[in-house]
């Protein structure tokens, strides 16, 4: 039986969407996480559900022992580029993608 991904009950901090998100982000292929981070790539907004997405999402492409220095800053994460997952390797694409 699926269960979903947030109880039924108020979030208050982006510690337990990241919590949560770090469920779900572990079941997904090296493909799957590049496209959610994509997603992501380029929003102007920030509220505690993406800002957990984004500290699982991190979290859990460094459990990976991918390596990120394309997208890794002394500053952060860049969320400026697409990437692509390649064996172990993240790679930014030149271009934007555009989802249909």
């Known amino acids: 039986m699926n269960q979903p991904l947030f109880p039924n009950e108020t979030i208050y901090s ?9 469920v779900y982000l572990h079941t997904l292929s090296n493909q799957e996480l590049a496209a959610a981070f994509n997603q992501k790539v380029g929003i102007r907004y920030y509220n ?19 390596d990120l220095s394309a997208i890794k800053t ?3 994460m860049s969320w ?4 692509h997952i390649t064996g172990n390797t993240v790679w930014t694409l030149p271009t934007p993608i555009h989802l249909n």
């Open 74 to 76: 002394v500053h952060g």
């Open 80 to 83: 400026a580029k697409h990437i």
């Open 14 to 22: 982006a510690k337990e969407y990241t919590a949560h998100y770090a």
């Open 48 to 66: 505690l559900a993406i800002q957990g997405f984004m500290n699982a999402l991190i979290h859990e492409m460094e459990q990976r022992d991918l």
